[in-house]
């Protein structure tokens, strides 16, 4: 019996062993499972974070954002030598009509086979937003001033056809504004009349209240700066709505003309802006007005951004464009560039909508609230888009990712 106790010692020995090892397997077990848990809770982070955030078109509503501006009427022709010789036109030339081109819009409606476009700096900016956003429509508002006649009318199905929701102030003193481009070859003849479009009036129309609550509807203002020489009592009251609010309020330089001669109206609206756009040479110029003392882009871009701002919740972005070279873009104390979409010299048709192109691609991907950089990637690719063409036209769907 004695030399039989140590074997059945051993075999309750190993059972107890083999116990423990089971419930040690177990344990392993479940501290693999838990460790390919968090594991896989890790990988779908990280998948999560690598794919941007795209928000869908339904979670945008109507009027969500808003420009006000010059409305005009393009109006482009393939025309003859005779026909610029008559007007004495360069044949690729912009200027602002005079006594001696009036009888010019009605002779090219005559004469040639004409094609309409809703035109004017800002409402281009949001006819190309609204393309870039496609759906819902009437993402973006439009106000401005045009007459009571045939190219009101026409400006006002244009601008329902781009599916952006216009109010017009409609007047009789004069008539609707209408820039006529006359297309010889390659070249472009632009002929402004701006008419109407100065006659804008806050108290006769942006104080209604109809108009006023779309005003509110809005998250993201827009202005161009050819503004501040018809209304500028209208761009404060929005800017002060913008500012009180916490939203967005954008305004571009648009001209050097706009930092020298009107310098006095923009640094008015200046410290409500949220968001400055401008070409090199309209920065060299607001520069040079404001002796900033140099002449370096990113410079200007950095003391532009530093400017005296009434809503400090946000610090201001300016993004400035160089034609073909990179893009400047100045925020929260720093400066990016971005390069613009290559395109061969060939390929490019008008290069006159490039720089609405670039504010509305900004505009729309700033509207859904996307990160700054893929508002850039946005706003070169509308600019690729519309230099491919004559005027500020588009295909019929954008492909923007």
């Given at each position: ?298 410079e200007i871009a950095k003391k532009a951004q530093a400017l005296p701002k009434v809503n400090t919740k946000r610090q201001r972005i300016v993004v400035l464009t160089q034609g073909k070279d990179e893009t400047t873009m100045a925020h929260e104390g720093k400066v990016e560039t971005f390069p613009v979409l290559k395109i061969d010299p060939k390929d490019m048709v008008d290069t006159n909508g490039a ?47």
């Open positions: 019996m004695a030399s039989d106790e140590p074997q059945a010692k051993r075999k309750k020995l190993s059972k107890e062993e083999e116990k423990e090892e089971r419930k040690e397997k177990e344990e392993r077990k479940e501290e693999v499972k838990e460790e390919r848990k968090e594991e896989v809770k890790e990988e779908r982070k990280e998948e999560k974070r690598k794919t941007p955030t795209k928000k869908t078109p339904a979670e945008l509503s109507t009027n969500s954002l808003f420009g006000m501006g010059n409305p005009l009427l393009d109006i482009s022709a393939v025309v003859d030598k005779d026909f610029l010789d008559k007007y004495t036109l360069k044949p690729n030339d912009q200027i602002l009509a005079e006594d001696k081109h009036k009888a010019l819009f009605e002779e090219i409606v005559k004469k040639f086979n004409v094609e309409y476009h809703a035109g004017g700096a800002t409402q281009n900016s949001i006819k190309i937003a609204q393309w870039m956003i496609q759906k819902p429509h009437n993402v973006g508002t439009f106000f401005g001033c045009i007459g009571k006649d045939k190219f009101g009318e026409i400006l006002k199905q244009k601008a329902v056809e781009a599916h952006i929701d216009a109010h017009y102030y409609e007047q009789e003193e004069e008539p609707t504004g209408s820039c006529a481009a006359c297309i010889t070859g390659d070249n472009r003849s632009l002929v402004a009349n701006l008419a109407a479009a100065n006659c804008y009036k806050k108290d006769k129309h942006l104080d209604l209240e109809e108009n006023w609550k779309l005003v509110e509807k809005a998250k993201v203002y827009y202005i161009a700066g050819f503004f501040l020489t018809v209304s500028l009592e209208s761009i404060l009251k929005v800017a002060k709505h913008a500012s009180e609010n916490n939203k967005l309020f954008c305004l571009n330089l648009s001209a050097p003309f706009i930092c020298q001669f009107f310098k006095d109206n923009l640094m008015q609206v200046m410290p409500y802006v949220d968001v400055l756009f401008g070409n090199e040479t309209e920065a060299a110029t607001f520069a040079e007005e404001q002796d900033f003392e140099t002449e370096d882009i990113k720089g609405d192109a670039f504010v509305g691609g900004f505009l729309s991907e700033l509207v859904q609230e996307k990160p700054l950089d893929q508002c850039v990637r946005a706003a070169h690719y509308a600019a690729n888009v519309i230099i491919r063409r004559a005027g500020c036209t588009f295909p019929e769907k954008p492909d923007f990712n």
